[in-house]
């Protein structure tokens, strides 16, 4: 079964922080999909698709291991 979270994703600017994100995320065992909502001079909402439950710890280590801080997810589903 699918899950979806979003989460807020701070500092991000241009489609290159974009990239970043959804590269590190996508990387995480079980992500099938990974949507970004630039939104330049504030907070980018991020919705991350995957297989089960993601650990929000790692979460926050790929969106800081892309160079971002995160605020903590709210799930969806």
Do not use: N, W
């Not at 907070?43 to 650990?55: F, M, N, W, Y």
């Amino acid at each position: 079964m699918s899950q979806t979270t979003t989460f807020t994703v701070d500092g991000m600017t241009c489609g290159h922080c974009v990239g970043s994100v959804t590269s590190e995320l996508t990387a995480l065992p079980g992500v099938t999909d990974v949507k970004v909502e630039l939104v330049t001079g504030g907070s980018s909402p991020v919705v991350v698709t995957s297989e089960g439950p993601l650990a929000d710890e790692a979460v926050a280590a790929a969106v800081i291991e892309a160079g971002y801080a995160i605020t903590p997810p709210r799930s969806l589903l």
